[in-house]
């Protein structure tokens, strides 16, 4: 059981360039969600989903698009990156009865 | 408007000793309230949750929590600490009443360091 996975791993982007984020998991989960980690301030919800289809706004969406096409993927897309951008992202899921989520393991991306 | 202080950033104990990492929250309904812990270049792993009932939750590796409602708090406590325990522990909260985003409100994080 893979759980949540996402892809790539490890970018690096020029100012101006566009890149997607892939999150899939296998758990059957409603609801998923992407957030941003930066030093000292702990994780901010970009956005989220509560279901294929459906995605809304979180705290910080600014710069961010998202897509729920397949219940079992949620993308986030930036259109044109800049160095404020870089950080390393989480892609997370729970059910929709269930309370916690589960995390993947992180995309680390730098904009130069 | 939901919020988490997590008021230190960095917690020092010996090996053995019992550990607490401190946790207050704002919510304007009912919260619900985790423990993740990240190790370095990891993603978040799920340690514990209150959600109602018994304030007092157990949660994997021998850590627990305690919920206060009228303090607003919700302590990460562990007896004797591992110094397999060193790691960044980060307090969520989420207001089951409905209304605003959904999602988790994370503190900062609290860097636990385990001194053998």
């Known amino acids: 059981n893979a759980g949540v996975t996402q892809t790539p791993k490890f970018r690096v982007l020029k100012t101006g360039q566009s890149m997607t984020l892939l999150c899939a998991q296998d758990m059957n989960h409603e609801y998923m969600y992407w957030y941003r980690q930066d030093p000292g301030m702990g994780l901010r919800l970009i956005h989220y989903s509560v279901g294929e289809g459906t995605t809304a706004k979180g705290e910080v969406p600014d710069g961010y698009n998202v897509s729920r096409l397949k219940k079992q993927n949620f993308l986030l897309g930036l259109e044109s990156a800049a160095p404020s951008q870089t950080s390393v992202y989480f892609c997370?899921?729970?059910?929709?009865?269930?309370?916690?989520?589960?995390f993947g393991q992180g995309t680390r991306l730098t904009v130069v | 408007a939901q919020s988490v202080a997590q008021p230190e950033d960095q917690v020092n104990v010996a090996e053995g000793n019992p550990l607490t990492v401190k946790c207050t929250y704002s919510?304007?309904?009912?919260?619900?309230l985790f423990w993740y812990v990240q190790y370095p270049n990891r993603g978040l792993q799920f340690l514990l949750k209150y959600i109602t009932g018994d304030n007092l939750v157990k949660g994997s590796y021998g850590f627990e929590a305690e919920f206060n409602k009228s303090q607003t708090s919700f302590h990460l406590k562990k007896p004797s600490a591992l110094v397999s325990d060193s790691a960044l522990y980060f307090c969520?909260?989420?207001?089951?009443?409905?209304?605003?985003?959904?999602?988790?409100?994370f503190g900062k994080g609290t860097h636990l360091i385990i001194q053998p």
């Open positions: 919510v304007s309904g009912n919260p619900y």
């Open positions: 997370a899921s729970r059910t929709a009865v269930g309370t916690e989520a589960f």
């Open positions: 969520a909260v989420r207001d089951w009443s409905g209304g605003g985003a959904d999602g988790l409100t």
